[in-house]
């Protein structure tokens, strides 16, 4: 799990900083997290329609196939917007790391700082409680800190330059290394969890 902004602590000495840019639609975690909330809450809608349908009796009536060729419509256009705004909108997020002892942080900087803030801010502006609740919660997470005992093992990609921090099946968090210091980084989180 990784905590929110204001409750990461300060890292102690023996610190390795790096600021990199990560590419989300070249990242697996990010397309498979994005690809599993995306069907599953199809998934779930296309079930509550099914059920909708079974109690008016229109279930047989041909309504299961055309609930289901709209509900696939709908996943193809959610799936095609969420690729435009991670090809174009986030195309790069920049991220500092700070790795210590301890665990590691992650934070945004730059331009990609000042995006989500924007982004965030018209969020929780927009008026509905949902969008809100939405910007805060982004808000919340520009800087996340993993702790080492947080993490149950790391999944390495050496062709991205990417570890995947993982908890069970579950990524907690991706860090994007340089071609300099790979080889460092990965050599550290390989020792902690072999």
């Known amino acids: 799990m990784s905590e929110a902004l204001g409750q990461v602590e300060e890292p102690t000495a023996d610190v390795l900083s790096w ?22 809450g199809i998934a779930f809608v296309w079930l509550v329609g099914l059920v909708a349908m079974a109690s008016e009796g229109t279930l047989q009536e041909g ?9 696939v419509a709908v996943l193809l256009l959610v799936a095609l917007l969420a690729g435009l705004v ?20 992650a934070t945004t900087v730059g331009s990609t700082r000042r995006l989500n803030a924007i982004v965030n ?22 800087t996340e800190r993993v702790r080492w005992a947080q993490a149950g093992g790391a999944r390495l990609v050496p062709a991205q330059r990417q ?5 069970g099946r579950r990524t907690v968090m991706v860090i994007q290394c340089t071609d300099e210091n790979w080889e460092q980084v990965s050599g550290a989180i390989l020792q902690r969890f072999p």
């Open 121 to 142: 801010g018209a969020l929780v502006l927009f008026g509905r409680p949902s969008a809100a609740g939405a910007g805060l919660l982004a808000d919340s997470r520009q």
């Open 86 to 105: 991670l090809t174009t909108l986030y195309r790069r997020y920049r991220y500092r790391y700070d790795m210590d002892s301890e665990g590691i942080t």
């Open 163 to 167: 570890i995947e921090l993982r908890q």
């Open 63 to 71: 309504g299961l196939w055309a609930w289901s060729r709209t509900l």
């Open 19 to 40: 600021e990199v840019d990560l590419a989300p639609a070249q990242t697996a975690a990010v397309i498979r997290q994005l690809a599993i909330a995306l069907v599953t």
